[in-house]
Protein backbone atom coordinates (compact mmCIF):
# COMPACT_ATOMS: atom_id res chain seq x y z
CA UNK A 1 0.00 0.00 0.00
CA UNK A 2 1.13 3.66 -0.73
CA UNK A 3 0.26 6.87 -0.39
CA UNK A 4 -1.84 9.02 -3.05
CA UNK A 5 0.54 10.43 -6.21
CA UNK A 6 1.57 13.92 -5.61
CA UNK A 7 2.30 13.44 -1.82
CA UNK A 8 5.26 12.51 0.07
CA UNK A 9 5.79 8.73 -0.76
CA UNK A 10 4.63 6.44 2.33
CA UNK A 11 4.73 2.41 1.62
CA UNK A 12 2.72 -0.41 4.23
CA UNK A 13 3.88 -3.69 5.11
CA UNK A 14 1.52 -6.04 7.23
CA UNK A 15 1.40 -9.51 7.97
CA UNK A 16 -0.29 -11.52 10.64
CA UNK A 17 -0.08 -15.28 12.42
CA UNK A 18 -2.88 -17.36 14.25
CA UNK A 19 -1.44 -18.34 17.31
CA UNK A 20 -2.22 -21.71 18.94
CA UNK A 21 -5.45 -20.66 19.96
CA UNK A 22 -8.16 -19.70 17.49
CA UNK A 23 -9.72 -17.23 15.87
CA UNK A 24 -6.92 -14.52 16.70
CA UNK A 25 -7.17 -11.33 19.10
CA UNK A 26 -4.76 -9.52 16.82
CA UNK A 27 -5.89 -7.01 14.25
CA UNK A 28 -4.44 -4.73 11.60
CA UNK A 29 -5.52 -1.83 10.42
CA UNK A 30 -4.38 1.02 7.74
CA UNK A 31 -5.84 4.23 6.35
CA UNK A 32 -4.70 6.64 4.13
CA UNK A 33 -6.56 9.99 3.47
CA UNK A 34 -6.85 11.73 0.13
CA UNK A 35 -3.55 14.38 1.31
CA UNK A 36 -1.64 11.36 2.03
CA UNK A 37 -1.83 11.29 5.47
CA UNK A 38 -1.03 7.60 6.67
CA UNK A 39 -2.28 5.92 9.91
CA UNK A 40 -1.64 2.35 11.12
CA UNK A 41 -2.93 0.45 14.31
CA UNK A 42 -2.02 -2.99 15.78
CA UNK A 43 -4.46 -4.41 18.33
CA UNK A 44 -4.31 -7.48 20.56
CA UNK A 45 -7.25 -8.53 21.56
CA UNK A 46 -6.94 -9.74 25.34
CA UNK A 47 -8.50 -13.15 24.65
CA UNK A 48 -9.64 -15.64 21.55
CA UNK A 49 -13.05 -15.52 21.21
CA UNK A 50 -14.97 -14.34 18.31
CA UNK A 51 -16.33 -11.27 19.95
CA UNK A 52 -12.67 -10.51 21.27
CA UNK A 53 -11.61 -10.94 17.40
CA UNK A 54 -14.41 -8.94 16.19
CA UNK A 55 -14.03 -6.05 18.65
CA UNK A 56 -10.29 -6.03 17.87
CA UNK A 57 -10.40 -5.34 14.50
CA UNK A 58 -13.43 -2.61 15.01
CA UNK A 59 -11.05 -1.09 17.12
CA UNK A 60 -8.25 -1.28 14.88
CA UNK A 61 -9.89 0.40 11.86
CA UNK A 62 -11.43 3.18 14.00
CA UNK A 63 -8.36 4.59 15.40
CA UNK A 64 -5.83 3.99 11.94
CA UNK A 65 -9.25 6.33 10.18
CA UNK A 66 -9.68 8.83 13.40
CA UNK A 67 -5.48 8.98 13.62
CA UNK A 68 -4.87 9.46 10.25
CA UNK A 69 -7.34 12.84 10.40
CA UNK A 70 -6.49 13.75 14.39
CA UNK A 71 -3.40 12.18 15.15
CA UNK A 72 -2.48 8.81 16.86
CA UNK A 73 -3.08 10.22 20.60
CA UNK A 74 -7.21 10.95 19.17
CA UNK A 75 -7.33 7.74 17.48
CA UNK A 76 -6.40 5.37 20.82
CA UNK A 77 -8.57 7.24 22.76
CA UNK A 78 -11.47 7.11 20.22
CA UNK A 79 -10.53 3.65 20.20
CA UNK A 80 -11.27 3.62 24.12
CA UNK A 81 -14.96 5.41 23.83
CA UNK A 82 -16.22 2.01 21.97
CA UNK A 83 -15.14 -0.28 25.03
CA UNK A 84 -15.20 2.22 28.07
CA UNK A 85 -18.25 0.45 29.26
CA UNK A 86 -17.18 -2.98 30.36
CA UNK A 87 -20.48 -4.66 29.49
CA UNK A 88 -22.64 -6.85 31.70
CA UNK A 89 -21.69 -9.74 33.98
CA UNK A 90 -22.67 -12.31 31.47
CA UNK A 91 -21.03 -10.85 28.36
CA UNK A 92 -18.08 -8.30 29.21
CA UNK A 93 -16.74 -5.75 26.95
CA UNK A 94 -13.64 -7.69 25.21
CA UNK A 95 -10.27 -4.98 26.14
CA UNK A 96 -6.97 -5.01 24.32
CA UNK A 97 -3.95 -3.25 24.13
CA UNK A 98 -2.78 -1.04 20.91
CA UNK A 99 -0.50 0.96 19.26
CA UNK A 100 -0.80 3.51 16.48
CA UNK A 101 1.32 5.30 14.38
CA UNK A 102 0.86 8.17 12.11
CA UNK A 103 2.79 10.48 9.07
CA UNK A 104 1.63 13.57 7.48
CA UNK A 105 3.14 14.48 4.22
CA UNK A 106 4.47 17.56 5.45
CA UNK A 107 6.44 16.59 8.84
CA UNK A 108 9.27 15.28 9.05
CA UNK A 109 8.34 12.74 11.82
CA UNK A 110 6.34 9.73 12.12
CA UNK A 111 4.21 9.96 15.74
CA UNK A 112 3.23 6.98 17.40
CA UNK A 113 0.65 6.32 20.65
CA UNK A 114 0.39 3.03 22.45
CA UNK A 115 -1.01 1.49 25.76
CA UNK A 116 -0.06 -1.86 26.93
CA UNK A 117 2.79 -4.36 25.66
CA UNK A 118 2.09 -3.54 21.63
CA UNK A 119 5.18 -2.12 20.42
CA UNK A 120 7.36 0.59 18.19
CA UNK A 121 10.86 0.22 16.66
CA UNK A 122 12.86 2.75 14.16
CA UNK A 123 15.69 2.11 12.55
CA UNK A 124 18.26 4.95 13.52
CA UNK A 125 21.54 5.16 12.60
CA UNK A 126 21.48 1.09 11.56
CA UNK A 127 20.46 0.13 14.84
CA UNK A 128 16.77 -1.18 15.54
CA UNK A 129 15.63 1.32 18.54
CA UNK A 130 12.31 0.67 20.17
CA UNK A 131 10.61 3.77 20.66
CA UNK A 132 8.10 2.55 23.55
CA UNK A 133 7.83 0.79 27.59
CA UNK A 134 5.50 -1.68 27.75
CA UNK A 135 2.92 -0.78 29.89
CA UNK A 136 3.27 -3.57 32.22
CA UNK A 137 4.40 -4.66 35.75
CA UNK A 138 7.58 -5.85 35.00
CA UNK A 139 8.96 -2.81 33.13
CA UNK A 140 6.77 -0.77 35.63
CA UNK A 141 9.12 -2.16 38.20
CA UNK A 142 12.12 -1.61 36.14
CA UNK A 143 11.81 1.67 35.62
CA UNK A 144 11.00 2.60 39.30
CA UNK A 145 14.82 1.44 40.01
CA UNK A 146 13.75 -2.08 41.47
CA UNK A 147 16.83 -4.64 40.99
CA UNK A 148 15.64 -7.57 42.46
CA UNK A 149 14.18 -10.75 40.31
CA UNK A 150 11.03 -9.79 38.36
CA UNK A 151 8.84 -12.97 38.41
CA UNK A 152 8.22 -13.53 35.01
CA UNK A 153 4.40 -13.37 35.25
CA UNK A 154 4.54 -9.84 35.56
CA UNK A 155 5.84 -9.06 32.12
CA UNK A 156 2.04 -10.76 31.71
CA UNK A 157 0.36 -8.25 34.07
CA UNK A 158 -0.51 -5.22 31.58
CA UNK A 159 -1.17 -1.96 33.44
CA UNK A 160 -2.84 0.07 31.19
CA UNK A 161 -5.24 -1.38 28.14
CA UNK A 162 -7.60 0.63 25.50
CA UNK A 163 -10.75 0.63 27.56
CA UNK A 164 -8.86 2.32 30.52
CA UNK A 165 -6.57 4.57 28.88
CA UNK A 166 -6.80 8.38 29.51
CA UNK A 167 -5.05 11.71 27.92
CA UNK A 168 -2.68 11.16 31.05
CA UNK A 169 -1.76 7.03 30.85
CA UNK A 170 -1.34 6.87 26.74
CA UNK A 171 2.14 7.24 25.77
CA UNK A 172 3.93 8.61 22.85
CA UNK A 173 6.79 9.08 20.75
CA UNK A 174 8.23 10.43 17.87
CA UNK A 175 11.15 9.61 15.55
CA UNK A 176 12.59 11.06 11.97
CA UNK A 177 13.57 7.46 11.21
CA UNK A 178 11.70 6.95 7.57
CA UNK A 179 11.10 2.96 8.76
CA UNK A 180 8.66 2.30 11.91
CA UNK A 181 7.96 -1.13 12.59
CA UNK A 182 4.87 -2.18 14.94
CA UNK A 183 4.38 -5.55 16.48
CA UNK A 184 1.80 -7.40 18.82
CA UNK A 185 3.85 -9.41 22.04
CA UNK A 186 3.50 -12.49 19.31
CA UNK A 187 6.70 -11.14 17.67
CA UNK A 188 8.33 -8.71 19.53
CA UNK A 189 8.30 -12.00 23.24
CA UNK A 190 9.65 -14.46 20.34
CA UNK A 191 11.92 -12.94 18.41
CA UNK A 192 15.03 -12.21 19.68
CA UNK A 193 15.75 -8.02 19.39
CA UNK A 194 19.25 -9.01 17.25
CA UNK A 195 17.31 -11.03 14.85
CA UNK A 196 14.84 -8.53 14.66
CA UNK A 197 17.14 -5.99 13.79
CA UNK A 198 19.29 -7.84 11.40
CA UNK A 199 16.14 -8.52 9.67
CA UNK A 200 14.81 -4.81 9.60
CA UNK A 201 18.50 -4.05 8.28
CA UNK A 202 18.03 -6.41 5.23
CA UNK A 203 14.51 -5.68 4.44
CA UNK A 204 14.30 -2.09 5.11
CA UNK A 205 13.66 -1.06 1.49
CA UNK A 206 10.68 -3.60 1.28
CA UNK A 207 8.12 -3.26 3.92
CA UNK A 208 6.03 -6.29 2.88
CA UNK A 209 9.15 -8.55 3.18
CA UNK A 210 10.40 -7.10 6.47
CA UNK A 211 6.84 -7.75 8.31
CA UNK A 212 6.22 -10.79 6.45
CA UNK A 213 9.92 -11.88 7.64
CA UNK A 214 9.44 -10.86 11.25
CA UNK A 215 5.99 -12.63 11.73
CA UNK A 216 7.24 -16.27 10.41
CA UNK A 217 9.94 -15.66 12.69
CA UNK A 218 8.16 -15.54 15.90
CA UNK A 219 8.35 -19.54 17.09
CA UNK A 220 6.58 -21.11 20.17
CA UNK A 221 7.38 -20.15 24.03
CA UNK A 222 8.68 -22.63 26.13
CA UNK A 223 5.20 -23.64 27.32
CA UNK A 224 4.38 -24.46 24.11
CA UNK A 225 1.89 -22.33 23.18
CA UNK A 226 2.63 -20.10 20.10
CA UNK A 227 0.72 -16.80 20.12
CA UNK A 228 -0.98 -14.50 17.79
CA UNK A 229 1.70 -12.51 15.81
CA UNK A 230 1.37 -9.17 13.78
CA UNK A 231 3.45 -6.43 12.08
CA UNK A 232 2.87 -3.48 10.20
CA UNK A 233 5.82 -2.03 8.76
CA UNK A 234 6.11 1.73 7.71
CA UNK A 235 8.25 3.35 4.89
CA UNK A 236 8.11 6.75 4.60
CA UNK A 237 10.23 8.21 1.43
Given at each position: MTTPPGHGTV?????TRLGTAAPSGDAVAVHVQEDGATAAAVVDGIGHTPRVASV????????A????RRGSLAGLLTGTELVADPGSGDE???DAVAVVATARPAADRIRVAWVGDCRAYAVEEGRLRRLTADHNLAEHLSLCGYTGEIPRQAARWVRTTVRSAAVATVSEAWTTSPLVVLTSDGVHDQVPHAVMEALALAHEDTPQALAEALVAAAGTGSDGVRDDATTIVIRRA
Open positions: RIGTAAQLLATVMRVSAPEP
